[in-house]
């Protein structure tokens, strides 16, 4: 799961997929990444960690760090939050760039239709809300593929 941060939404995306993978049984290891290093070690905002454990999900001991060219080697899937995502985690995986090992998080809802998931940073409470609804949806269409086998 990668966003620009590392502080907002990715760190939601890490913890709605482990914990609906969990309850699904799935073994599956979820990590999230920032493309920029502006919050390398710190936590995930306050109001990310306040509406995940609204959830009853706890994301408190996750720590901010930035996406690695060697991140599209290791995980088998790459999702990313938005277009500039996209394009950031394509320059920045040079030679180990593979298109078939990341998409967009929504076009798990929506297939191709290249939505974003906006960005919470500059507003309030509320947006955080709207983006744990998003992602909540996208991981349920992800669980659901895996499911049926066709991840
Ligand atoms: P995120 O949100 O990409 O969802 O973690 C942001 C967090 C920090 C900044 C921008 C977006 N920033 O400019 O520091």
Redesign the pocket.
Known sequence: MV?????????LAEGILQHKAKAAGLLWEVDSA?T?N??IGEPP?RLSQKVALQHGIDISHQKGRQFTARDIQTFDKIFV?DTSNYADVQRMAGKYWDASKVDLLLNAIHPQSQQNVP???YGNEDGYHQVFNLISEACDCIIAKAQQGQH
Not at 3 to 11: A, D, F, K, V
């Open positions: 966003c620009l941060g590392n502080i907002c939404r990715s760190p920032g920029s502006y919050h905002h939050m960005d919470p940073w």
